[in-house]
Nanobody, 123 residues
Framework: VQLQASGGGLVQAGGSLRLSCTAS????????MAWFRQAPGKEREFVAS????????LYGDSVRGRFTISRDGARNTVYLQMNSLKPDDTAVYYC?????????????????WGHGTQVTVSS
């Protein structure tokens, strides 16, 4: 599986962006999907995740209520809608896919990672 993330950019505080992550292959529906982010000098942070069927989602504390994760099986794509963006949301955002999150959504393990897309929020 190859993951291609897109949709990042520069936005003012309070604005919105939608990230997309498109997966290659024909087994997208079998993967648990997640978004992580990493800011300069900081550890990678769990942002959000969604189950294989899309029926259950989970969010990190810092984004809950502002971000929404969703997936479209017909397009092999997972989305991250980001609203009310803050400068602290500035980071490289990565999508990830897991066959089985035996260690939980935060630790996965995640079998595939995208290359990341930069999100910059100006104050």
């Amino acid at each position: 599986v190859q993951l291609q993330a897109s949709g990042g950019g520069l936005v003012q505080a309070g604005g919105s962006l939608r990230l997309s992550c498109t997966a290659s292959g024909h087994t997208f529906e079998r993967y648990y999907m997640a978004w992580f982010r990493q800011a300069p000098g900081k550890e990678r942070e769990f942002v959000a995740s969604i189950t294989e069927g899309g029926g259950s989602t989970l969010y990190g504390d810092s984004v809950r209520g502002r971000f929404t994760i969703s997936r479209d099986g017909a397009r092999n794509t997972v989305y991250l809608q980001m609203n009310s963006l803050k400068p602290d949301d500035t980071a490289v955002y990565y999508c990830a896919a897991s066959r089985s999150v035996v260690r939980g959504p935060h630790l996965g393990p995640y079998d595939y990672w995208g290359h990341g897309t930069q999100v910059t929020v100006s104050s």
